[in-house]
């Protein structure tokens, strides 16, 4: 398991699912849109500040984004 790929897919499946742009969810969670897609593109580790602030802005429990699909 890729944690980062994980985490990233993770992101971008919520953030769709919410209807929400990059840029409208990078605003969202207070963070720079290309942050966002660097993490989308499995190119960035994160914070744990940021972990938390993006499943905030994407309302879920943040263990969501950790959680491999079969």
């Known amino acids: 398991m890729d944690i980062i790929k994980v985490f990233g897919t993770n992101v971008k499946k919520y953030r769709i ?8 969810f ?3 969670c207070g963070l720079h849109r290309t942050y966002i897609s660097a993490i989308e593109c ?15 802005a994407l309302n879920i429990d943040t263990y969501k984004l950790f959680i491999e699909e079969e």
């Open 26 to 28: 990078a605003e969202k």
């Open 17 to 24: 699912q919410s209807g929400l742009s990059q840029e409208a």
């Open 42 to 56: 499995y190119r960035r580790s994160i914070s744990l500040e940021n972990i938390q602030r993006i499943a905030d």
